[in-house]
Nanobody, 115 residues
Framework: QVQLVESGGGLVQAGGSLRLSCAVS????????MGWYRQAPGKQRELVAA???????DYADSVKGRFTISRDNAKNTVYLQMNSLKPEDTAVYYC?????????WGQGTQVTVSS
């Protein structure tokens, strides 16, 4: 009963920035935390960043210091600010919401970083 819609992906040059958005609707009260995952071609999906209901954040080592996860409760939106982008950041990025009973996923948004 949680619906997620990602937006903000696109093509950017190395060193540039993008901000991804995840619009959340449905049973928002049941969400314990949110995460951003990414999946590159031929690779497994990996956790990039996460934020709990209380606001605690965590990041993959590969993006630490470059990416920031945040939320705007008034807009029911979670963001991923991506700075100093590298070609290896190229992937489909997915928004995830987890509750005590289930996980929900967005449709994904493509991020491509050119050299």
């Amino acid at each position: 009963q949680v619906q997620l819609v990602e937006s903000g992906g696109g093509l950017v040059q190395a060193g540039g920035s993008l901000r991804l958005s995840c619009a959340v609707s449905g049973s928002i009260f049941s969400i314990n935390g949110m995460g951003w995952y990414r999946q590159a071609p031929g690779k497994q999906r990996e956790l990039v960043a996460a934020i709990t209901r209380g606001g605690t954040t965590d990041y993959a080592d590969s993006v630490k210091g470059r990416f920031t996860i945040s939320r705007d409760n008034a807009k029911n939106t979670v963001y991923l600010q991506m700075n100093s982008l590298k070609p290896e950041d190229t992937a489909v990025y997915y928004c995830n919401a987890y509750t005590n009973r289930y996980n929900s996923w967005g449709q994904g948004t493509q991020v491509t970083v050119s050299s």
